[in-house]
């Protein structure tokens, strides 16, 4: 049997994203995908986590991965290279315990986004080829670097980066002519264990390609990356993922049914001291209730507030609302109202943001999340918008519905 070990190093002390493989990307913890890629794996034999914190060796102990030791300070520094890291991890397994795998997968967290079989395919590269010293993800490049310079200073000229054999000026030739550049993704690399070894080195002299489909490219630094990817994840991209796959949005929606708290409103409460209750919500979420309806699809409220406060905002949105119901019953009450109105479960999406909302999601065709939705309820749902609860989540959710269903020809 070939023991292949993957190992996912996640350092404590990101500056960038604070926190951020622990931090939670589309409902789980960052470092619980790549995680989950080798979880899933059929190759995968063993899976370590290479980090000098204790809350993210928690983490990934929760999650499914040994922690059997902490990183060393000195190898989680800010420009720490990658070959230290897994000198160490190696050399301590061999001395304390007495293993050494025969290659290993290298899995970074910063990457998250997998399709399904991308570790199992290249870890098959490098067992067919003997030769290979390691398997390295790339992508086509998305800049030609026969077309770039070399910059010595505004005063200075340029001077031209790469030639082409056959081809005087490179940087004016069209792109189709040139040759064909991918780029190193930080997704996966299977290296065999004697080039880290006895070679020094992460790669080798001889490395074979893992070509990724470039919808899958993803890498992480800074905070407008994190928002940008986690709506990659809610696009229903087939991928690997630390839960249960997301569905994608129904092509035939007949209706779309909202909590209320949190949901059309933005969770808060004012109290005067008669114990009158007012709350705040959005005046653009009833913006395409009519468009939607002219369409066929029907938007009720289903929330378990007593408050007659929820009966009057949905006569003001022009939509129906069943309220009081029990904290236990909205799955229920949900099945009951749709039985009514002979509305199949899949045709049927429901938005919600609390944990009482979860047996409405087991209901629907397709649950959606706010924004600013508990993680166990992110975690659940099929989508999660950009807006919170009160803040125009409810209008977010109508023009993803109007943008599917089917345009009138003129």
Not at 72 to 84: F, G, H, M, R, V
Not at 241 to 256: D, T
Not at 312 to 325: L, N, P, Q
Not at 330 to 343: A, C, D, I, P, S
Request: hydrophobic share 40%; aromatic share 6%.
């Amino acid at each position: 049997m070939t023991n292949i070990l993957a190992i996912i190093p996640a350092r404590g002390g990101s500056k960038g994203i604070p926190r951020k493989n622990i931090r939670l990307f589309a409902g789980y913890p960052l470092i619980a995908w790549s995680i989950a890629a080798a979880k899933q794996s059929e190759l995968v034999t063993r899976i370590i986590v290479s980090t000098d914190d204790e809350e993210i060796a928690a983490v990934a102990h929760e999650w499914g991965a040994e922690t059997p030791f902490l990183r060393p300070t000195e190898l989680a520094q800010d420009k720490t290279t990658d070959l230290p890291v897994f000198v160490h991890a190696l050399k301590w397994l061999e001395d304390v315990e007495g293993y050494r795998p025969d290659a290993v997968v290298q899995l970074r967290p910063t990457s998250p986004i997998r399709s399904k079989s991308m570790v199992d395919d290249a870890i098959r590269i490098l067992l067919d080829h003997k030769d290979a010293e390691c398997v390295r993800g790339v992508v086509p490049a998305g800049q030609n670097p026969f077309k770039m310079w070399r910059f010595y200073g505004e005063d200075k000229p340029l001077a031209q980066l790469l030639e082409v054999p056959g081809i005087a000026e490179p940087y004016n030739a069209p792109r189709q002519i040139l040759p064909s550049v991918y780029w190193q993704t930080g997704h996966i690399d299977v290296i065999r264990t004697t080039t880290i070894s006895e070679k020094k080195s992460l790669t080798g002299n001889i490395i074979y390609p893992l070509v990724i489909d470039p919808k899958y490219t993803v890498d992480i630094d800074t905070p407008a990356d994190w928002a940008k990817y986690e709506a990659v994840v809610y696009s229903g991209l087939d991928m690997v993922s630390p839960g249960k796959a997301r569905r994608l949005i129904p092509e035939n929606v007949k209706m779309i049914i909202c909590d209320f708290d949190g949901v059309v409103t933005n969770n808060l409460v004012l109290t005067d001291e008669n114990g009158k209750e007012t709350v705040s919500a959005s005046r653009s979420d009833s913006m395409h209730i009519k468009a939607l309806r002219e369409k066929g699809v029907e938007v009720m409220i289903l929330s378990s507030e007593p408050n007659p406060v929820v009966k009057a905002r949905a006569k003001k949105m022009g939509v129906e609302a069943i309220h009081g119901i029990g904290m236990q019953d909205k799955g229920r009450v949900m099945r009951e109202v749709l039985e009514q109105k002979k509305v199949r479960a899949e045709d049927v999406i429901y938005v919600g943001n609390d944990l009482n909302d979860l047996p409405c999601f087991e209901v629907a065709g397709w649950s959606v999340a706010v924004a600013d939705a508990y993680p166990e309820v992110l975690r659940a749902a099929d989508h999660v918008l950009t807006k919170n609860g009160g803040h125009g989540a409810i209008r977010e959710l109508c023009e993803l519905v109007l943008k599917q269903l089917p345009q009138k020809e003129n």
